[in-house]
């Protein structure tokens, strides 16, 4: 029972290198989302999936791009890194329906320092 | 656009004292949450509270919604130094126009001190 599981836990890049960091769960949910955790502003969302095959911007969704590989797989892609966007980042999925009352589970995090 | 504003962002408690953290939302929300978070890890889910007048209770916490006050408290009685931890609330609007994207507060922290 893994849950969300979010590669890599840790990664520093060097400003203008990309990287993809990959998420992906097991428990058949249909919605997926990454956030940024930032210092005193909570979690923000960058980028969500309502079901396979679709993707929207969230609330910062600048300078990243996403892919809803299958149903199971989310990533979230960093084209040309910039010192900002330096944060955690966070993974979570949710099922659909009143199933464990519209629960969203998350990944355990990638911790990403751009400098 | 759903807002959500915690207070307090930080607070320091003695062991055995009461407190309550207060989560105030902008808009209409379908239901509400409360996270915790330690040091350096992921969030574990406390509880979801979907209807207005609705209390949940687990251990020494205890998490309400009015929905007409736009209001949820997470309630801390008789803290203990475990509860340290950072605490969050977070909405989903109803008319989301798809995705139920939680809305995040930005997150009370609380320090217990022996």
């Known amino acids: 029972n893994a849950g969300v599981t979010q590669t890599p836990k840790f990664q520093v890049l060097k400003t203008g290198q990309s990287m993809t960091l990959q998420c992906a769960q097991d428990m058949n949910h249909n919605s997926m989302y990454w956030y940024r955790q930032d210092p005193g502003m909570g979690l923000r969302l960058i980028y969500y999936?309502?079901?396979?095959?679709?993707?929207d911007k969230g609330e910062v969704p600048n300078g990243y791009n996403v892919s809803r590989l299958n149903k199971r797989e989310f990533s979230l892609r960093l084209e040309s890194a910039a010192p900002s966007q330096t944060s955690v980042y966070f993974c979570?999925?949710?099922?659909?329906?009143?199933?464990?009352?519209?629960?969203?589970?998350f990944g355990s995090g990638t911790r990403l320092t751009v400098v | 656009e759903l807002k959500v504003e915690q207070n307090p962002l930080f607070l320091s408690m003695q062991e055995g004292k009461n407190y309550t953290i207060y989560c105030n939302y902008s808009t209409t929300s379908d239901r509400l949450y409360w996270y915790r978070q330690d040091p350096g890890k992921s969030l574990e889910s406390l509880f979801v509270l979907l209807s207005n007048g609705a209390v949940k209770q687990e251990g020494r916490l205890m998490a309400s919604l009015d929905t007409k006050a736009r209001l949820s408290t997470l309630h801390i009685t008789a803290a203990v130094h475990d509860l340290s931890a950072t605490y969050f609330c977070?909405?989903?609007?109803?008319?989301?126009?798809?995705?139920?994207?939680?809305?995040f507060g930005t997150g009370t922290q609380l320090k217990v001190e022996l």
């Open positions: 979570a999925s949710r099922t659909r329906g009143r199933q464990l009352l519209y629960g969203y589970t």
């Open positions: 999936s309502a079901s396979e095959g679709t993707t």
């Open positions: 977070a909405g989903v609007p109803i008319l989301t126009g798809g995705g139920n994207k939680l809305t």
